[in-house]
């Protein structure tokens, strides 16, 4: 079992429309959450840490279920420039070490 | 936010010779530094951890003799791809931690595309 997993996707959205991203996590001990967004043969940027008690910055809202070891990403009112690949990222263990899951791609389109 | 540069952008070699590739952190001092790499359609995955003034850590199945690291000062670091392979053709991304803390934010290079013909 990959210790990130998510949806690939592509996930084809017109603008203005919500979208969701899900990704689950292996390692029990995670204790940091992240995630971040990639352009096409760029490097990760992060979008925003995942606490707990639920973030939000913006149009994004992020969401942290350690039961279940879930994290999800929701963005609303799409825009073009959305489009990108966004990632889900832990640490390991109780470590500053990251680990990345292969991201799912978001197509917004007018 | 921290600026992390990394030194070439894109590098085309020939199978056998060694490739170095700079990391450097331009307006904080990064005691940590970590090197990752990305094949196509794939996750970032991390090679090896890197702390001033002492040896790399390298994940399982990385093997040191190969990729060669330095962090020679708080603002530097180094990765050397020695005797290069086709298959070592990847995305080799650096960033950059003030410290080991969990809560600290890892800043991210521009990356290198390696390519080894």
């Known amino acids: 079992r990959k210790e990130v997993e998510q949806d690939p996707g592509p996930f084809n959205v017109p603008e203005g429309a919500t979208v969701a991203f899900n990704c689950t996590y292996s390692n029990s001990a995670s204790q940091s959450f992240f995630w971040y967004r990639q352009d096409c043969r760029k490097e990760p940027k992060l979008l925003m840490s995942?606490?707990?008690s639920g973030n939000e910055d913006g149009r994004f809202t992020a969401q942290l279920n350690r039961a279940s070891q879930y994290i999800s990403l929701l963005i609303r009112d799409s825009k073009l420039s959305d489009s990108a690949t966004y990632l889900c990222v832990v640490n390991r263990d109780n470590t500053d070490k990251l680990i990345f899951g292969t991201g799912t791609r978001l197509q917004v389109f007018p | 936010g921290a600026v992390v540069s990394q030194h070439p952008s894109r590098v085309i070699c020939k199978s056998g010779t060694s490739v170095k590739i700079e990391c450097r952190s331009l307006?904080?001092?990064?005691?940590?530094m970590f090197w990752y790499r990305q094949f196509p359609k794939q996750s970032l995955m991390l090679m090896a951890t890197?702390?001033?003034?002492?040896?790399?850590?390298?994940e399982q199945g990385v093997e040191k003799d190969k990729f060669l690291i330095n962090h020679a000062s708080l603002t530097l670091s180094t990765l050397t791809v020695t005797s290069a392979h086709p298959e070592d053709s990847s995305f080799y991304i650096c960033?950059?931690?003030?410290?080991?803390?969990?809560?600290?934010?890892?800043?991210f290079g521009p990356g290198t595309r390696l390519t080894v013909l």
């Open positions: 890197s702390n001033e003034g002492s040896k790399a850590t390298y």
């Open positions: 307006d904080f001092q990064a005691t940590t």
């Open positions: 960033s950059a931690a003030t410290s080991g803390a969990l809560t600290d934010t890892q800043y």
């Open positions: 995942v606490y707990s």
